[in-house]
């Protein structure tokens, strides 16, 4: 009887040391903050760079650029027209 309780409290000690995790330090706490920080911003970098560049060469995007463009173009027609015709 006392070979069963040895067995089994010897048993449950090494199951209990095996699945016992060593907490990190305070160090480790930082690094790994520091990491994850620094993961983080690499991954907005990527993901903002993605979606300016999609709504850069978006078709909508495009449209309205070229006829900004236009625009200004007759605007700067019409100021031209207007100022040589005062000359």
Same mark, same amino acid.
């Given at each position: 009887m006392?070979l069963?309780?040895a067995? $089994? /409290?010897?048993?449950?000690?090494?199951?209990? +040391?095996?699945?016992?995790?060593?907490?990190?330090? &305070?160090?480790q +706490?930082? $690094? @790994?903050?520091?990491?994850?920080?620094k993961?983080f911003?690499?991954?907005?970098?990527?993901?903002t760079? /993605?979606?300016?560049?999609?709504?850069? @060469? +978006?078709? &909508?995007?495009?449209?309205t650029?070229?006829? &900004?463009?236009?625009?200004?173009? @007759?605007?700067?027609?019409?100021?031209?027209?207007?100022? /040589?015709?005062?000359?």
């Amino acid at each position: 009887m006392k070979l069963y309780l040895a067995v $089994a /409290t010897l048993m449950l000690v090494l199951l209990a +040391h095996s699945e016992a995790v060593e907490e990190p330090t &305070i160090e480790q +706490h930082f $690094a @790994n903050i520091q990491a994850k920080l620094k993961e983080f911003g690499e991954d907005l970098s990527e993901k903002t760079t /993605t979606i300016l560049k999609q709504i850069e @060469n +978006h078709e &909508i995007t495009i449209k309205t650029k070229s006829w &900004i463009d236009e625009q200004l173009g @007759n605007l700067k027609q019409r100021f031209a027209e207007s100022f /040589t015709k005062q000359d």
